[in-house]
């Protein structure tokens, strides 16, 4: 009985200080990947003589690739109520006016399907709490990249830089606002429910 008891204790305390490590090599991902892009930024703050467009479009590659990484190793954003479709979305009306749709078909074909395989395959599995997750992860990943991105040209815009800003909300509209455009349009396709999403 004994030798049990002292069993279970070693299991709890092993899976314990696994979490831990996991939890602690999260951690540090998180800051080298954002000192990463720091770092990058910076770089691309000092080429001020480059071409504002490809400076622009290493802004929102860098941006998107962080927030994209960074998300699975921070969790999803517990904002349940965001992600719930409003009234006036239900009919998804408003994306179809907005081209949506022609964007999903865009996103799905071509070079640009290949950064995006998770999606696709939860689609395909059937399951609504993994379609669901998915969907959540892409939203939040895009989202949070195209308020940052939208903040980087605010500045470049207060610095006089308007060229930079404007290449930067130009390619931040197809590169990230689009993107979760489409994640909620995938919702209203499948009937407006929002299951809890796998964990």
Do not use: C, K
């Amino acid at each position: 009985m004994n030798r049990s008891v002292d069993l279970g204790r070693d299991t709890r305390l092993d899976e314990a200080r696994s979490r831990a490590t996991r939890g602690r090599g999260r951690r540090t991902l998180f800051v080298v990947a954002s000192l990463a892009l720091a770092a990058i930024l910076v770089l691309l703050e000092r080429e001020r003589d480059g071409s504002s467009l490809l400076r622009a479009a290493a802004v929102n590659l860098a941006v998107v690739s962080w927030s994209s990484f960074v998300l699975p190793l921070r969790g999803l954003p517990a904002f349940e109520s965001y992600y719930r479709l409003r009234r006036w979305e239900r009919s998804g009306r408003l994306y179809r006016a907005l081209g949506v749709p022609a964007f999903r078909a865009l996103v799905r074909r071509g070079p640009l399907a290949t950064f995006n395989h998770a999606l696709p395959a939860a689609w395909r599995s059937g399951d609504p709490r993994r379609i669901e997750h998915e969907i959540r992860a892409a939203e939040a990943g895009h989202g949070i990249a195209f308020g940052l991105v939208l903040a980087f040209a605010t500045i470049a815009l207060l610095r006089s830089e308007v060229r930079l800003a404007a290449w930067l909300v130009g390619l931040d509209l197809p590169m990230n606002l689009y993107p979760v455009l489409l994640q909620r349009f995938h919702r209203v396709r499948l009937g407006g429910a929002s299951p809890t999403p796998e964990r």
